[in-house]
């Protein structure tokens, strides 16, 4: 507590004097007080108030903020009688009662030359004032009611005539808020939306409110082209230019929001890694164009297959992840995959085309298979590499095996290129059987490699990262030169031609100059075209219907034999089937295998061997392994057929002993 007689006989030269501001009276003040007071005191005497109702509240909530013998935080200047300039000085003292009053000191201002400004002589407001001298400072005023006391023309031609300070806020909310918090401290600085004669805008208020004159000064700032950049920035860095999906960046600040969630709840959540299927072969085939507007066609339709619940990200190039918290079990999510991969049936209208593309998908939930953000998207990564090493349009849930195949997946990776230069592949070959008399007629060629240290490795494992690297198109064409040169070779040995088959890759076919090679190659190996067969698969042929056309029938102009492999799996249509120059479908295994058993597949095959021979298409079913599917394949009057029931694929010296013991059909 301050000794206020104490206080006072310190200041008694000083003209000292102190405010009662609840009863708006002045108790006591000096001799030196009384001679500059002289005046106002004899109004107080009068009956008169020494400050107004306005200047009173305004002073009492600051006080209720200070402690005794506490400085106020501003001053005010006094001109005596005399013409002597003063500035005043206050701190808190504490009245008789407990009630806090006011201790006032009025020093004069030694630099009579100094331009002293009270709000009785307010340079803002006369007529030659800064409003009348800075045009474009949107500049005003405002008493303690908020009423509108003067404005620059800047502030106007942006406000219009305000008659309020409430009048530019866009909400009375906004307009109630700013006043509170105004009344409670001496300046303000806000970024707040403003109803402007253009609209609501943003702006930065700058507003200082005069204790003593009870005025507000404001002072704004139009930055809505500033914010406007702001969150141009922002969408630059966390969302997708392409598809407007977020990016990687918010995928990250989600995951690490949901795995705090869902450690302080118990909860769990998980994602979906999705990877397209073959789109570097469009990309590459069609364009950059073509291939983004595909990249928004599916982007569309994925975020149409999700729940609302869930979020949707692009990671770049062709690979999305999508996001669902509170998890209550796996099935949620293989509910989600589920959905993609039926929508992904359609085709998709790009470019004045119908396209086919679907996606591979892995998925992995906390804390299952991951207890970090990191490792959840490198297993759900794997995952989905298992997917797409399984076949198209599938997914698959991360399981511990998956990150060992991922780090061989890597390795078998870089071996690729080196094994392409080394020739570690090699051509076995597998019979086909002329089903009527049981007559070896051909053979398919499939490729095999044969790693110097992990040993044969399936086609299965490799194939998807020579189509992802682009190596499947200098391995395609290895696997083409190879076929002809060993027709060429047993030609040589003596032994008359067969017809060997040979798988085409979606990226392969798309090879602008593929028609041009297979010329060549037959030219250099002497090769009858009509002893090659090219095999390919419906998704590869619906990519684009009319140069699809336009291809075949340039192969057979060469004389090569054309022929749909793993029917029943795609989704062709029977329009352009008809249209495709093609002499033969092979049916896929997965109808053969519970052939006899399962009478939806008995069904299935009989009617492809009804259409196809209809079509006048020769019919082959692969993956034959029992007696039973055999004599059922020949009461359909199937007219070729390969498998394990009469041979596995084998080396090209193996192949030679098969067709020296079993009996061979030449034309």
Known sequence: MIDLSKLLSLKMRTAVWIIDIEHSTIPWCNKAAEILLEDSLTEIESGNRAIGGSLKKRLLTHLERYDEGSPLAFKWHFIAKDGTHYNCHGSVVSLSDGRKGLAVEAHPVIDQALPVVTHLDDPLLGEEGIFKRFKTLPFAIFDSEGNSVSCSERFVSLFGDITNLRGIFEASSAANSF??????????????????????????????????????????????????????????????????????????????????????????????????????????????????????????????????????????????????????????????????????????????????????????????????????????????????SMGHNMYFVYENRMAENINAHLTLGGGLRKAIDEEEFELYYQPKIRLSDETTVGAEALIRWFHPELGMISPDNFIPLAEESGLILPLGEWVIRRACRQLQEWRELGYPPICVSVNLSGRQFMQTNLVDMVKQVLDETGVDPKYLELELTESMLMADGQQTIVKLHNFRKLGLTLSIDDFGTGYSSLAYLKKFPIQALKIDRSFIKDLGVNCDDNAIVKASIVMAHSLNLKVVAEGVEKRSQVDILKEYKCDEIQGYYFAKPMSSQDFLGYMDSHTMFYE
């Open 179 to 388: 006043v509170e918090r105004l009344a409670k401290q001496e300046s303000l600085s806000q970024e707040i939306r403003l109803l402007t004669l253009d609209g609501v805008r943003w702006h930065r208020i700058e507003a200082f409110s005069d204790q003593i004159s009870a005025y507000t000064y404001l002072l704004v700032d139009d930055i809505q082209e500033a914010r406007d950049h702001e969150v141009a920035l922002f969408k630059l860095h966390n969302y997708d230019n392409l598809t407007s999906l977020p990016n990687r960046n918010l995928l990250y600040q989600q995951l690490e929001k949901a795995l705090i969630n869902a450690k302080k709840r118990n909860r769990q959540f998980g994602l979906l890694y999705l990877d397209l299927d073959g789109f570097k072969v469009i990309n590459d085939t069609f364009g950059h164009r073509v291939g983004d507007e595909l990249i928004q066609r599916v982007a569309e339709r994925v975020k149409g297959s999700i729940p609302t619940r869930s979020c949707l990200y692009r990671l770049g190039g062709d690979e999305f992840v999508v996001v669902l918290e509170n998890v209550e079990s796996i099935e949620e999510l293989e509910d989600i995959a589920k959905a993609i991969m039926s929508n992904a049936i359609s085709t998709y209208p790009v470019a004045k085309m119908e396209m086919m593309i679907t996606s591979s998908i892995g998925i992995a939930c906390y804390p299952q298979h991951a207890n970090d953000i990191d490792s959840l998207l490198k297993n759900a990564d794997a995952a989905m590499y298992q997917a797409k």
